[in-house]
């Protein structure tokens, strides 16, 4: 039996283009180019919006925020100043995924993340999730995500390229849109007051302005006309007692990296604040798209190519060409890096997929993501989950599917089932059918930090062979 299972499973069609990976339906801050509508609004370039939780194609919104947090509305971020394009960001919260060399790197046990947006241009290698993405219905307002190799992650999702969020699902339209600035962490605020209690008072906004905008920013932003430069990370840092914004000054000088020159643009942002790396790229042909810069002392970073433990640079790695170019990014390690206060935060925020033990002769065509949610009108976190690629497309029959919950803590406790479901495969869903699954997190509960292991198996009526168990994901309360 269970071998014609898996000969029936060998035999499906492959995949549409799906979302997958760890930041299916995940909530983060973004900025966009000019002429991305959100919906049918056009959206500003120096304002930070907000991914609405869950695979949905809702717009990304400016939002208020939640009480004793930073407001990351413009009005209060950049009161008075004229209009500019944010280029790069990054609340200084990222963690550095390299050695000394510029070599992605992640410890044992942790799973290392980089999640990142490409520009309008990129091309893409034959063959690669990227180029796909450009022949279809885009790739610039896409968001990517690649698991460091080593990471604790199923193994079919190590080291390869996947699309966490197509355009729609970030809620972009326009003839053209671009997301073209990614941080995960400010959204963290804004989800639910326990999520954000665990984020720093008083954050740091690190930013680059665009080239053609320089001129619009006040001189004194720059601390001096040699350092005004697109290639210049700039700061503002959240006082929570006025809750006001500091006036920008500069955080990094383009000359602080070895190397670079005062007509160069940083065009992507992922800055480790407590260790001063930056893993970043530039708007410059001559330099790989994807970079690392690592301090030596005296403020100087040495700028290296970021590469894989071979030599390899990640930016082929990432199927880009020479020629392509990244234009947001974000760099994090649920698992064992940053702060252990940034890490609780990250690991009740972020479901980790973990290999499927369950039934591992199963390959898993459907795939899972978790994330926490809130529910405002009962003042309620929750578990998000989301189950996608299910039923197949074009399968007339009905399938039925489980979610239960394990306790990995307390392993004697059996699988728990908590809900099943009835699916056709509908028309007008989004590719693979996202199905979400949302559990309450009772109050008591919400910062004790108790892991909650997500687990689902379907199984098709009229094929009853083709059951599938994806990997499951751990979240902690
Ligand atoms: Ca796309
Ligand atoms: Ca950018
Ligand atoms: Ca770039």
């Not at 880009?320 to 009740?348: E, F, K, V, Y």
């Not at 479901?351 to 009962?378: M, N, Y």
């Not at 929750?382 to 599917?401: E, H, T, V």
């Amino acid at each position: 039996m269970l071998h014609t299972t898996v000969l029936l499973l060998t035999l499906l069609p492959p995949q549409g283009n799906e979302s997958q990976g760890p930041l299916v339906g995940f909530p983060h801050a973004i900025s966009v180019s000019a002429g991305t509508l959100g919906g049918t609004a056009p959206l500003g370039v120096s304002t930070l919006y907000f991914k609405i939780p869950g695979v949905t194609t809702a717009p990304p919104l400016e939002l208020a925020p939640l009480p004793k947090t930073p407001d990351f509305r413009r009005s209060a971020m950049f009161p008075a100043a004229p209009a500019f394009d944010i280029h790069a960001m990054s609340l200084g919260l990222d963690w550095f995924l390299a050695d000394a060399m510029g070599r992605a790197v992640v410890p044992s046990g942790g799973w290392g993340m980089i999640s990142f947006s490409v520009t309008k241009g990129t091309v893409g290698v034959a063959g690669s999730v990227i180029h796909s993405e450009v022949l279809g219905d885009g790739a610039a307002a896409d968001l990517f995500t690649w698991l460091i190799p080593g990471s604790a992650a199923p193994a079919s999702w190590v080291g390869e390229v996947q699309r966490g969020q197509n355009g729609e699902e970030v809620g972009l339209s326009g003839l053209s849109p671009d997301l073209d600035g990614h941080d995960i962490f400010p959204a963290g605020y804004l989800l639910s007051p326990a999520i954000a209690a665990m984020l720093p008072a008083r954050p740091s906004f690190y930013f680059c302005v665009a080239k053609a905008t320089l001129d619009a920013v006040p001189a004194a932003w720059w601390g001096g006309a040699a350092n005004k430069s697109a290639a210049t990370v700039l700061r503002i840092k959240w006082d929570d007692v006025t809750r006001t914004w500091s006036t920008p000054e500069v955080a990094l000088k383009w000359s602080d990296f070895v190397g670079m020159t005062q007509d160069e643009a940083i065009d992507a942002l992922a800055y480790d604040e407590l260790r001063g790396s930056v893993t970043f790229s530039t708007t410059s042909a001559a330099r790989d798209p994807l970079l690392v810069g690592i301090p030596i002392g005296g403020g100087k970073l040495k700028v290296l190519t970021y590469t894989d433990m071979g030599g390899t640079p990640v930016s082929k790695r990432l199927g880009l060409l020479q020629t392509d170019d990244i234009d947001a990014l974000c760099t994090t390690d649920p698992g064992m890096g940053h702060t252990a206060q940034i890490r609780q935060h990250l690991q009740a925020r972020l479901g980790h997929p973990e290999p499927q033990r369950l039934l591992p002769q199963l390959p898993g065509r459907t795939s899972v993501a978790a994330f926490r949610g809130f529910d405002s009108a009962i003042n309620q976190d929750s578990f998000d989950c989301w189950l996608i690629g299910w039923p197949r497309p074009k399968q007339p029959a009905q399938s039925i599917g489980v979610v239960g919950i394990t306790f990995p803590s307390a392993p004697a406790i059996p699988l728990f089932p908590l809900q099943s479901f009835v699916r056709t495969p509908q028309p007008g869903q989004l590719p693979g059918g996202p199905l979400g699954f949302r559990l309450q997190v009772p109050s008591a509960y919400v910062l004790l930090g108790i892991p909650v292991q997500f687990h689902w198996i379907t199984a098709e009526q009229q094929n009853p062979g083709v059951v599938d168990v994806p990997h499951p994901v751990t979240i902690r309360s």
